[in-house]
């Protein structure tokens, strides 16, 4: 990944944070990445909803996140197409874990520019692999975008193969949860499968804008448990996050998949407005 272009703390132009920051010392934040088309954050009010909750989970005051709208239309004003990530922490002299009483909020925004997949692997597909790194169960914690990302950080350390995009990534039992940075579709003998990420993932806005628009189309559509079983008798598989929008899979181990028409129609609907390849 690059080095994002520039950043701003508080809406102001700025390259450092304090050594006191508690994100440094304990992880203890929020972030959402948003991609960024002409000056417009794609879906701003559902990841703006998103980092709320998160932040009244953590116990952040409003006024921590309230001057956000208004810093994130100055930051992205002129900007063509690109990748903004949003961090929301806080710095305090206490030492310890407990949430401070009194706390400095801080705001971090930064531009990375666009890193847009190939047209061919939109069409095609990418391959992806199985992760030995199991994710832990977190429970109400794990649908918040924290700054603890360990085992999504050892888990995409355990390939350096450019030919692989993604890896999927299991609980204690097995079970399949997401992919490092995205989650996870299958479509088995005609209906659209994802699995449930209570305690363990993230239920990605991309996902709930595909399962939304799927139960508008009637397509049949459930959460379920998977077992890895499962993937290997999926005839079609794709990812999604709100950068990459839709993308499919070609490969998982030794299984193969086929393109599929939803996948493409999926594309079609979400990715013009996103500035992202689609198959015609």
């Known amino acids: 990944m690059e080095s994002p272009l520039d950043v701003a703390l508080n809406g102001v132009p700025h390259s450092s944070l304090s050594v006191l920051n508690r994100a440094l010392h304990y992880g203890d934040g929020l972030f959402e990445s948003l991609r960024v088309v002409q000056g417009q954050p794609i879906a701003l009010a559902l990841h703006l909803k998103r980092l709320r909750r998160g932040a009244e989970l953590l116990q952040f005051s409003e ?87 360990l085992p999504q950080v050892m888990a995409r350390s355990e390939w350096r193969d450019e030919a692989i995009y993604e890896g999927l990534m299991f609980n204690e039992r097995y079970d399949v949860v997401e992919g490092t940075q995205s989650n996870l579709f299958l479509i088995v003998e005609e209906k ?24 508008q189309w009637r397509v049949p559509l459930s959460v379920v448990t998977l077992q890895e079983s499962d993937l290997l008798r999926a005839t079609s598989m794709f990812l999604t996050n709100s950068l990459i929008g839709i993308l499919p899979v070609r490969q998982y181990l030794q299984q193969r998949f086929s393109s599929h028409c939803l996948v493409q129609k999926l594309q079609s609907h979400f990715h013009p407005h996103m500035a992202l390849p689609w198959r015609a």
């Open 63 to 149: 006024e921590a996140i309230s001057p956000l709208p208004i810093e994130l239309d100055r930051f992205c004003q002129g900007r063509e197409t690109g990748i903004l990530k949003v961090i929301l922490t806080r710095s305090a002299e206490q030492r310890g874990y407990r949430i401070p009483d009194k706390s400095d909020n801080q705001r971090v925004l930064f531009w990375y520019p666009d890193h847009t997949l190939s047209k061919e692997q939109y069409d095609e597909g990418v391959s992806v692999c199985r992760c030995r790194t199991l994710l832990p169960n977190q429970g109400p914690i794990a649908a918040v975008k924290s700054l603890n990302r």
């Open 192 to 215: 659209v499968l994802t699995p449930n990420v209570d305690n363990y993932g993230i239920a990605g806005l991309m996902r709930e804008r595909v399962m939304t628009q799927l139960q």
